[in-house]
Structure formats: C-alpha cells, structure tokens
C-alpha cells in the first residue's frame, strides 16, 4: 500500500517546454487534488476532481490543465512553462468532500 | 478572500519546552485541520476539528477550535526533535461548504535544539 505516489520527484524546464506531472493513489479515494507550495504561501489548489469523470478549478488554476485518466490517476499538464511555475507541487487524495487528504511527496519543479 | 493567517512564522526552542502556535481568519469556519511537514515529504493531518470550543489531543499535540470560528491553536508539550517541521492549519474554503477545497494558512516553521 503505497499510499499517494508522484512521479517525477525532481524536474527543471526551460520557459515555453511543456510536461506532465503523474499522480496515483491505491487507497480507491474518490477525490483527488493538486496543491502548489512556494515559499511563505502555503499550499494553494489548482484543481481537484471530486471523481471519477469531473474535474474543477481551484485557487491558481491559469497555466494549468488536468485528466482524471481513472479512479486512481489524476494528472497536472503544462502546455508552455513560465518562470512563475517554479514551485513545489503537490497531490493529495480522499475520500469524497473527506477531511482527511493524503498527500504525496511532491515534485520539484523549476523553469529557467 | 478567506486567508489564514499563522503565528509565530517561526519557532526555535530546546528540546523539552512547551509550543504554541495559532491560526486566525477573518471569516468563519466550521472545520479546523492542522497539518505538518517534514522536509522534503508532503502535509500529513495531526488533528482535525469540527465544533467551536472542542479541544483535541492526538499525543503531545492538542488543538482547540476557537469560540469566535475564526481562529484555532495548537501547542505541543515536551517537544523533542522529532517536532521539527511546518505546521499548518487548513479550513474548508465556503463555510459550510464541502471540504474539498481547503485553504491552508502560511505555516509555522518548528525548529528544536537537543
């Protein structure tokens, strides 16, 4: 039981190139999120699929696309990478409307 | 927007003392969750709370829900170096809301001296 898992963990870009970020979760949550962190912002929401087949903006969704391919994966696409993308992100699953959100262990994005 | 605003922003004490830390807002909420992170890992929940004025323990930890619903505590008694992290609080982003969007304040980072 691996919980939430990430991949990569470490990724650095050049403005304008695009990538995927993968995430998948064994614990058949309904609901899974993708989170950024940077430096004295917290963690704030990009968007989150309440399940299987929707999908929603959160906080800081510009820049950003996302796929619900399945119960367990949930993916974060940037088509053009931009300087202010450079952060730490984060994916995170529960239970639907659940309280308790299991995190991955993020991947670190920087674009040059 | 709702924010959440923690204090202190950082913390540096000895081993063995005592920790305090809060989480205020300018609008209500109705669930309170504190969460830390270690280095290099993602936030795992420590405590969650649901009614104004509950106080839970989860070991050394105990967090309370503030009457006003706007704003929560959280100390840690005996601290030992295995404390060191970030600490923060999150809240459901409409009250009364679903929780699936949360709000998540700027942390408190923790550092203990042995």
């Known amino acids: 039981n691996a919980g939430v898992t990430q991949t990569p963990k470490f990724q650095v870009l050049k403005t304008g190139q695009s990538m995927t970020l993968q995430c998948a979760q064994d614990?058949?949550?309904?609901?899974m999120y993708w989170y950024r962190q940077d430096p004295g912002m917290g963690l704030r929401l990009i968007y989150y699929?309440?399940?299987?087949?929707?999908?929603d903006k959160g906080e800081v969704p510009n820049g950003y696309n996302v796929s619900r391919l399945n119960k367990r994966e949930f993916s974060l696409r940037l088509e053009s990478a931009a300087p202010s993308q450079t952060s730490v992100y984060f994916c995170?699953?529960?239970?639907?409307?659940?309280?308790?959100?299991?995190f991955g262990p993020g991947t670190r994005l920087t674009v040059t | 927007g709702q924010q959440l605003n923690q204090s202190p922003q950082s913390m540096f004490i000895q081993e063995g003392e005592d920790v305090s830390m809060n989480c205020t807002s300018s609008?209500?909420?109705?669930?309170w969750l504190w969460y830390k992170q270690e280095p290099g890992e993602g936030p795992v929940l420590l405590i969650a709370l649901y009614k104004a004025g509950e106080l839970t323990s989860n070991g050394r930890l105990t967090a309370q829900f503030g009457i006003t619903r706007k704003d929560s505590f959280l100390n840690i008694s005996a601290s030992i170096p295995s404390d060191v992290g970030i600490y923060f609080c999150?809240?459901?982003?409409?009250?009364?809301?679903?929780?699936?969007?949360?709000?998540f304040g700027t942390g408190t980072l923790l550092a203990v001296q042995p």
């Open positions: 614990m058949n949550h309904n609901s």
């Open positions: 699929s309440a399940s299987e087949g929707t999908t």
């Open positions: 995170a699953s529960s239970e639907v409307a659940g309280v308790r959100k299991y």
């Open positions: 999150a809240g459901p982003a409409n009250y009364g809301g679903a929780t699936n969007k949360l709000i």
């Open positions: 609008s209500i909420f109705n669930t």
